[in-house]
């Protein structure tokens, strides 16, 4: 700990350099000393590393007082500042105190009580100094966390009408992530002017581990899809690259479709996850039929499977994650499927950014008042036919 005296007494500084020798030798304390607050101020710019000023509060050129009132300007929660007058200057000592001084010692000086008065110091000052550090590792970790959103919304399609001179198709995603960053990811894009390319994935974990881990499996599924496979084959190369690598024991679950535009023919795979809606124009809604196949990344060499379903214009298919379902409400209540599909009905004739934009305010008005656990993820798809 560096601790300043700050006296015009001559003697004061060889009188703390003796009682405290041991202490100087051994590196536990480090003194720097000024004649008056002046002084001290300058002391203070070339050791910016004081944590404690020991000061006199009658002095020349600047008092102990002023000195006070100059350190408190400086709004450094960890110095700290013990007066050290006479006892007979009480009145000075309680103006001392009330202006923000930790503590005070009389003189003539008792060092035994002055070293305890230093300890009890340096035990306040290593609290403060440690909370400082801990609020500056906290805003650091927030700044990279933002950072971190942000990158991961800008791997994201976010441009939406994302092909405004297509009329035979709309298209509308969001994602919501419980934490900063999280797992769940969607995309979609033209393999060629007939074949559309979309995917809803859900990530096993939460928070940084799964938005890397969400990064990579976005990356693989769309560079194998843009290749021309067929769902079943490019599910089944990103699971052999996601298992290989996979150190963390983590998976995703995947649902991976591709719409003829001229025909309303989805051919699809799904990998684990939740079975999408088809919401008819009629207003009927049915669930897509699982392929039976498991998630990427937990066993090589794994087989996929594919299914078929037919749009007609106007047709709509809805993709979700978990958290839509499994949103919970105070009284630890799902949302459910039941009542999502329920509640998709109303959206027959809506566009694909009013369903989602819907279905949030319900799962919004449901939850109430509850934290969301889990990163809520949809996509929208609807056909119009040519």
């Not at 590196?27 to 020991?54: C, M, Q, R, S």
């Given at each position: 700990?560096?601790?300043?005296?700050?006296?015009?007494?001559?003697?004061?500084?060889?009188?703390?350099?003796?009682?405290?020798?041991?202490?100087?030798?051994?590196?536990?304390?480090?003194?720097?000393?000024?004649?008056?607050?002046?002084?001290?101020?300058?002391?203070?710019?070339?050791?910016?590393?004081?944590?404690?000023?020991?000061?006199?509060?009658?002095?020349?050129?600047?008092?102990?007082?002023?000195?006070?009132?100059?350190?408190?300007?400086?709004?450094?929660?960890?110095?700290?500042?013990?007066?050290?007058?006479?006892?007979?200057?009480?009145?000075?000592?309680?103006?001392?105190?009330?202006?923000?001084?930790?503590?005070?010692?009389?003189?003539?000086?008792?060092?035994?009580?002055?070293?305890?008065?230093?300890?009890?110091?340096?035990?306040?000052?290593?609290?403060?100094?440690?909370?400082?550090?801990d609020s500056k590792q906290l805003s650091a970790i927030r700044h990279d966390l933002k950072i971190a959103k942000e990158i991961q919304q800008?791997?994201?399609?976010?441009?939406?009408?994302?092909?405004?001179?297509?009329?035979?198709?709309?298209?509308?995603?969001?994602?919501?992530?419980?934490?900063?960053?999280?797992?769940?990811?969607?995309?979609?894009?033209?393999?060629?002017?007939?074949?559309?390319?979309?995917?809803?994935?859900?990530?096993?974990?939460?928070?940084?581990?799964?938005?890397?881990?969400?990064?990579?499996?976005?990356?693989?599924?769309?560079?194998?899809?843009?290749?021309?496979?067929?769902?079943?084959?490019?599910?089944?190369?990103?699971?052999?690259?996601?298992?290989?690598?996979?150190?963390?024991?983590?998976?995703?679950?995947?649902?991976?479709?591709?719409?003829?535009?001229?025909?309303?023919?989805?051919?699809?795979?799904?990998?684990?996850?939740?079975?999408?809606?088809?919401?008819?124009?009629?207003?009927?809604?049915?669930?897509?039929?699982?392929?039976?196949?498991?998630?990427?990344?937990?066993?090589?060499?794994?087989?996929?499977?594919?299914?078929?379903?037919?749009?007609?214009?106007?047709?709509?298919?809805?993709?979700?994650?978990?958290?839509?379902?499994?949103?919970?409400?105070?009284?630890?209540?799902?949302?459910?499927?039941?009542?999502?599909?329920?509640?998709?009905?109303?959206?027959?004739?809506?566009?694909?950014?009013?369903?989602?934009?819907?279905?949030?305010?319900?799962?919004?008005?449901?939850?109430?008042?509850?934290?969301?656990?889990?990163?809520?993820?949809?996509?929208?798809?609807?056909?119009?036919?040519?």
């Open positions: 700990m560096k601790i300043m005296s700050v006296d015009d007494e001559p003697d004061m500084e060889l009188l703390i350099r003796q009682k405290f020798r041991k202490k100087i030798k051994s590196g536990e304390y480090e003194f720097v000393f000024a004649e008056n607050g002046l002084e001290a101020l300058t002391k203070l710019i070339e050791h910016p590393d004081i944590g404690i000023i020991l000061t006199d509060i009658n002095m020349p050129e600047m008092d102990g007082l002023t000195l006070l009132t100059k350190i408190n300007e400086l709004k450094n929660p960890t110095l700290k500042t013990v007066i050290v007058s006479a006892y007979g200057d009480m009145e000075n000592i309680r103006t001392a105190m009330n202006r923000g001084a930790f503590d005070f010692a009389t003189k003539p000086i008792d060092f035994e009580d002055l070293e305890i008065t230093i300890k009890k110091t340096i035990e306040q000052v290593g609290i403060l100094q440690k909370a400082e550090k800008s791997i994201l399609p976010k441009k939406f009408p994302p092909f405004p001179n297509r009329k035979d198709f709309e298209i509308y995603a969001s994602m919501n992530s419980a934490k900063s960053v999280g797992g769940d990811f969607y995309d979609f894009f033209l393999i060629n002017d007939e074949m559309l390319g979309f995917v809803i994935a859900d990530v096993s974990d939460k928070g940084i581990p799964a938005a890397i881990y969400m990064a990579v499996s976005r990356t693989i599924i769309r560079a194998a899809a843009l290749t021309g496979l067929s769902p079943d084959k490019c599910m089944e190369y990103s699971n052999d690259l996601l298992s290989k690598e996979n150190i963390s024991d983590m998976f995703v679950t995947v649902f991976y479709g591709i719409l003829n535009t001229k025909t309303g023919e989805i051919i699809y795979s799904n990998a684990g996850h939740n079975p999408p809606c088809i919401l008819k124009k009629d207003g009927t809604v049915v669930e897509t039929e699982l392929t039976h196949d498991i998630v990427l990344g937990i066993m090589e060499d794994a087989k996929f499977k594919t299914k078929n379903i037919s749009l007609k214009p106007g047709d709509t298919i809805y993709l979700y994650t978990d958290g839509v379902t499994e949103a919970m409400n105070k009284k630890n209540e799902l949302y459910s499927e039941k009542r999502l599909e329920k509640e998709l009905i109303q959206y027959k004739d809506s566009s694909p950014q009013e369903i989602i934009n819907g279905i949030i305010s319900s799962v919004e008005e449901f939850t109430k008042g509850a934290e969301q656990s889990d990163d809520i993820t949809m996509l929208t798809l609807k056909y119009n036919g040519n």
